[in-house]
């Protein structure tokens, strides 16, 4: 029994130290996962305004996107694309930033009726991340973290 015991004495330090590594490279890939995301989907907004007549064509005639007319989907996409990102990159909001960001990736990837599937594969990617956020939260090097800190006590 002693001899149980001392190998579980000595077990047990090593598996908590690397739990807590672990629990702080969640952190740092929830960050990286924001940043990344915030890029893609920012990128995204600013081609939009930089060629806005024909964003609203391509709404118009190339995306079908379901349930609102096609202007509307413009404004709506495009401010998506330049507001949530920032709010993804502060970690303020993140996980409705998430979410905001994956509707707007699936209504993108299901409207698209030319997207190839490497660019599928990307939209699954960018998926699986805003997911990841929205279920996992952002991590603490977020806005969010510091006010859940501050008013949870």
């Known amino acids: 029994m002693s001899e149980q015991t001392s190998v579980l004495d000595k077990v047990a330090p090593l598996t908590q130290s690397a739990i807590h590594l672990l629990n702080h490279g969640q952190s740092v890939l929830a960050l990286l996962f924001r940043f990344y995301l915030a890029n ?81 594969k990307d939209h699954y990617l960018w998926g699986v991340m805003c997911l990841s956020l929205f279920f996992y939260g952002p991590g603490k090097a977020a806005v969010d973290h510091f006010v859940a800190k501050r008013y949870s006590a």
């Open 40 to 120: 893609v989907f920012f990128s995204s907004g600013l081609t939009k305004i930089q060629s806005w007549n024909s964003t609203l064509e391509l709404f118009a005639y190339e995306y079908a996107v379901p349930l609102i007319p096609s202007e509307l989907a413009a404004y709506m996409a495009t401010g998506a694309e330049l507001l949530l990102p920032v709010l993804l990159v502060f970690g303020l909001g993140a996980r409705f930033s998430a979410a905001g960001l994956f509707v707007l990736n699936f209504v993108a990837a299901i409207s698209y009726p030319d997207i190839s599937p490497a660019g599928m």
